[in-house]
């Protein structure tokens, strides 16, 4: 069964505290990883995909790598806007049928 | 565009209610996903549908729920009768076949008493 998990569950940081989200998958032959944003009350949003070995992506102060087993979303020096609920999510056993991980709560204190 | 559009946004039922979320995805998308968020699963899928028609409904958790698409603007999701475990926000989400972006909406707080 594909799983998608992530650490840490919750993160505090510093405006200005740089830091890493990871989300480790099993799931047999990736078709793409993707990150989402969810705000308090709100949908996720989109971020990245990523679909192989290598790649990253840029936006702001989120990058987002990939590597064969896991995938990590860096923050650099965060600013209160940054908090939220990271989701990474992989497709399962169709292209659009995405399994999500359970997010990690970042909170970016000023 | 103004996105997906879930309603209500709120509904609190007493058990053995019938309880109908309602969804209108983003214009021109084909497929449109509904799924279940809690603290203790996270997000999970129902069931979703390409040009209207159910594809996947592996996800439903049991006969109490139904989910219908009579048209490419329009999809509700049905619980009858209603559990106190069936409490949690219940997200709609519609994207493009030719993009993976998936667009959701903002999502029915579900609370069963």
């Known amino acids: 069964e594909d799983q998608v998990t992530q650490s840490p569950e919750a993160l505090r940081l510093q405006e200005g505290e740089s830091s890493s989200l990871n989300c480790s998958y099993t799931?047999?032959?990736?078709?793409?990883l993707f990150w989402y944003r969810q705000d308090p009350g709100k949908g996720p949003e989109f971020l990245f995909t990523?679909?192989?070995a290598g790649e990253e992506k840029e936006k702001e102060r989120l990058k987002a790598t990939l590597t064969k087993k896991e995938s990590f979303l860096h923050i650099t020096a965060p600013k209160p806007e940054d908090s939220a609920t990271y989701l990474c999510a992989v497709p399962g056993g169709s292209n659009y049928k995405l399994t999500f991980g359970k997010g990690t709560l970042l909170t970016v204190n000023p | 565009d103004a996105g997906v559009i879930q309603s209500p946004r709120h509904e609190v039922t007493e058990m053995g209610q019938e309880v109908t979320l309602r969804c209108k995805p983003i214009?021109?998308?084909?497929?449109l996903f509904w799924y279940r968020q809690t603290m203790m699963r996270g997000l999970e899928l129902l069931i979703y549908f390409n040009n209207n028609v159910p594809i996947d409904d592996s996800g439903m958790p049991e006969d109490r729920f139904s989910a219908k698409m009579p048209n490419a603007s329009f999809s509700t999701l049905k619980i009858q009768p209603s559990e106190p475990r069936d409490s949690a926000v219940y997200f709609c989400?519609?994207?493009?076949?030719?993009?993976?972006?998936?667009?959701f909406g903002s999502g029915t707080q579900l609370s069963v008493l």
């Open positions: 989400a519609s994207r493009a076949a030719t993009n993976e972006k998936l667009f």
């Open positions: 799931v047999s032959g990736l078709r793409g």
């Open positions: 990523l679909y192989s």
């Open positions: 214009s021109g998308h084909d497929y």
